[in-house]
């Protein structure tokens, strides 16, 4: 008996690895992480050069308009949720034509707002830099027109992500960062400092735009008249208020640091800020899969709280990997992305490692609640940012000081949220999501 026992012991292994491989899950996971991982390293070789080459009070400057930046991709995240939900709604009742015809009013609807955005940019430029400390304005109406380009760019992702193309998906997020990157190195060598580093993010959301819509190229025939877009109103007050929370979570300190803290000090928290969202990104492409798996689930009567479970295993598994290489050589990491004017951040990494985990997971779940379309999330997370914003406007005594702020906001919200997804696991029904077309 107890040799048949060991025996089997291998073959249980076998079928373990055996189901990993044949999840279709897993595999878009794997598909999706190449993508994101190859943005993220992208993305922090962006800083990182930038911190090299503009030093801290520079780097201080590139940190807070990119963090502007992220906030007012909200905008681009929103409707990329409510466009890969209507698509994956489309794509599981068989009406794959209608999705064409969702391109392109889309499309049009996002050319006003996008040309709005320049607009203020170019007349708020004067009081972002006074508020913020810049050196010049100009960046701020770069950072406009990138803005403006990268909503248009969520049309095709949002697309690519709903029928769950998971591979254009990732080559779309990866060459975006590439790009950006590579016109970065051009910029600074010719002297253009932080307003070159808001024209690299432009050319990186132009070409991710172009990449985009020729991914679009397989659909059918429009078939106009089948795409209703008044349906998707009411999830997309959802879709704000939990896209722009997890941006407010991730950005809001780099914002406040940049206003309380000396030059320096506000370039250190900006690297530290950078080096917690690796964990971030790193697993960003769990929620990205999660998202439409999760809508199709609950149309299909199948079981969304099983994905969700893998999900968080998954993201932990990740996050863990992560913070594992920050606990051994976080002197390294912070030399190699920001060089040795960063020292003073060795001590913190970490802890803020730890913090992008909790991040990570906070969003995981937020994905997760916006498929079902549960809300009651959104007190919870609007009363979070409040918090976040109220601790460091009282205690930002330091660097340290902000960090143990963002901590505490963001293990309080992970244990709130947990505590939802556990009630709310029994209640789902197909019925969650019967205002979807």
Known sequence: MNSTKVAGRPADVVGRLKFLTDSSLVRQNLTLFVGGLVAGVGGFAYHALAAHEL?????????????????GTSVNLVLILVLARYAATLQAQGKMGAIRQLMVRSSVIVALPAAAVVLL???????????EKLGSPTPVVWLGIALAVIWFVSVPRGLLQGTQRFASLSLNLG??????????????????????AMIAVL?????????GMFGQRHLPPRQPGSVHLRTMLGFTFTAVIGTVGILILYNLDVILAKHFLSPQQAGIYGGLNKIATITYFLTLSVSQVLFPRVVEAVARRGHPGRLLLLSAAITGTLGLGAILVFAVVPGLIVKVLFGPAFDSAIPLVLPVGFIGL??????????FFMAVHDRVFVPILVLACAALAVLIALFHAGVASIVVDLAAVIYVLLATL??????????????????TP
């Open 175 to 196: 060459g975006e960062l590439v790009v950006r990157t590579g016109f970065l190195v051009l910029l600074l060598s010719v002297g253009l400092g932080v307003s070159g």
């Open 358 to 367: 909790g991040l990570s997971l906070d969003n995981l779940l937020i994905q």
């Open 418 to 435: 947990t505590l939802r997804a556990v009630r709310l696991m029994p209640q789902l029904r197909p019925e969650m999501v019967a205002d």
């Open 55 to 71: 030093g801290p009070k520079g780097y201080g400057e590139v940190a807070s308009l990119i963090a502007l930046y992220s906030i």
């Open 203 to 211: 050319i990186g959301a132009g070409a991710a735009y172009v990449a």
């Open 121 to 131: 940019a170019v007349v708020m430029a004067p009081q972002v830099q006074s508020f």
